[in-house]
């Protein structure tokens, strides 16, 4: 079992920057893959980004370029850094995890979830 805590959110102007932080409890984040959600209001919750306990990595193509998740062992946390932010990328962020290094965009894929943090672009 890992435990998340998500940190970081907050308000940014349209093309700022933030980064996210999803600290792990209970197990390293290492040995999991991990994975970063996002939901606007009303809508479902979709895939951001993704990175396997081999260190590979995938994003959606809405913040591909823009957006880059990484990984610090030492601290265990996971990180997303957010640039050129827009109004669209609006949304509670969650970090996810699930043991298993396949690549998945699903949410019902990933077993331990963050409590989520606010992110809100004006513009």
């Known amino acids: 079992q890992v435990q998340l805590v998500e940190s970081g959110g907050g308000l940014v102007q349209a093309g700022g920057s933030l980064r996210l932080s999803c600290a792990a409890s209970?197990?390293?984040?290492?040995?999991?893959?991990m994975a970063w959600f996002r939901q606007a209001p009303g809508k479902e919750r979709v895939f951001v980004a993704f990175k396997s306990s081999d260190s590979s990595t995938s994003y959606a193509n809405s913040v591909k370029g823009r957006f880059t998740i990484s990984r610090d062992n030492a601290k265990n946390t996971v990180y997303l850094q957010m640039n050129s932010l827009k109004p669209e990328d609006t949304a509670v962020y969650y970090c996810?995890?699930?043991?298993?290094?396949?690549?998945?965009?699903?949410?019902?894929?990933?077993?331990?979830w963050g409590q989520g943090t606010q992110v809100t672009v004006s513009s």
């Open positions: 209970g197990r390293t984040v290492s040995s999991y893959s």
């Open positions: 996810a995890a699930r043991n298993d290094p396949s690549y998945s965009i699903y949410y019902g894929n990933y077993d331990y």
